[in-house]
């Protein structure tokens, strides 16, 4: 394996140690997981974190929440991301492909336009915004939205290939969330990622355990281990990692 490679930190704290000092970069990582496990948190502080502490600029797409709400959500972390919007160090773009008006939902047409293929036109967003402030990063949350606007995997699979193709071609590092429980169909973002992050929660008595889990890293060394993770004040971290030799 190539350790000479360019790495780029995570901003998780304990996480670089368990993946051999860092992400590579100009890589997509899936980072999947059920709803609650973590996701949304892990993508920004990964963006807050490079924008921030690394000088790497980042792009956050949202294909469900609204911006107002994520900003708001962030603040409890102490992550003030305004400030770093006004400096064009972060741009968050609402690609929401449905809105909820007059609680009806209904396709945006000003977005998707009624496009076959809404990957092609996400793919056209993200690299507009990311010459727009010159990112290294990028967080789209979450493809799984996407898939039910596509009849049939082959289409999907081509369009997401596609999309991380462009990613890796303009050397942005991006994560890519992805919904599923253990239980769904293994996703397809899992197949055209070059690693896959794994989150997931589960009630012990009054308490959520959470956990961590590095599937697949490719051209890494990395712990194969379930760690546990916490999320506090400061936003994720792991507990206890256990540093690579």
């Known amino acids: ?44 502080q990964f963006l807050h974190s ?25 603040k409890s972390y102490g992550w003030d991301f305004d400030n770093l919007i006004s400096d064009d160090k972060i741009l968050m773009v609402d690609a929401r492909p449905f809105k909820i008006q007059e609680e009806l939902i209904g396709k945006d047409d000003s977005l998707y336009r ?5 990957f092609e036109h996400l793919t056209k967003l993200i690299l507009s915004s990311i010459k727009r402030i010159e990112a290294k990063r990028v967080v789209i949350d979450s493809v799984t939205i996407l898939s039910i606007q596509y009849s049939d995997k082959f289409s999907m699979r081509q369009g997401l290939q596609a999309m991380v193709q462009a ?36 009630r012990t008595g009054d308490t959520m355990e959470r956990t961590i ?18 999320l506090d004040a400061d936003g994720m971290h792991l507990l206890h990692p256990r540093l690579l030799p």
């Not at 009624?114 to 809404?118: D, H, K, N, S």
């Not at 197949?191 to 992050?197: E, L, N, R």
């Not at 889990?213 to 916490?230: A, D």
Request: glycine residues 12%; contains cysteine; proline residues 5%.
């Open 213 to 230: 889990q590095i599937t697949k890293m490719r051209g890494i060394k990395h712990s194969e281990q379930i760690h546990p993770i916490e």
């Open 167 to 202: 990613l890796e071609n303009f050397g942005v590092t991006s994560l890519i969330l992805s919904e599923n429980s253990d239980h769904s169909e293994i996703p397809l973002e899992w197949f055209v990622t070059s690693g896959i992050i794994q989150l997931r929660h589960t």
């Open 50 to 74: 490079g924008a921030k502490d690394f000088d790497e600029p980042g792009v956050y797409v949202t294909m469900s929440q609204n911006i107002r709400e994520i900003k708001d959500d962030c």
């Open 1 to 44: 394996m190539d350790a000479t490679y360019s790495k780029v930190k995570t901003g998780i704290p304990g996480l670089d140690s368990v993946i051999s000092g860092g992400m590579k970069s100009g890589r997509s990582v899936t980072v999947s997981g059920p709803a609650g496990s973590g996701k949304t948190t892990f993508g920004l």
């Open 114 to 118: 009624g496009e076959q293929l809404p």
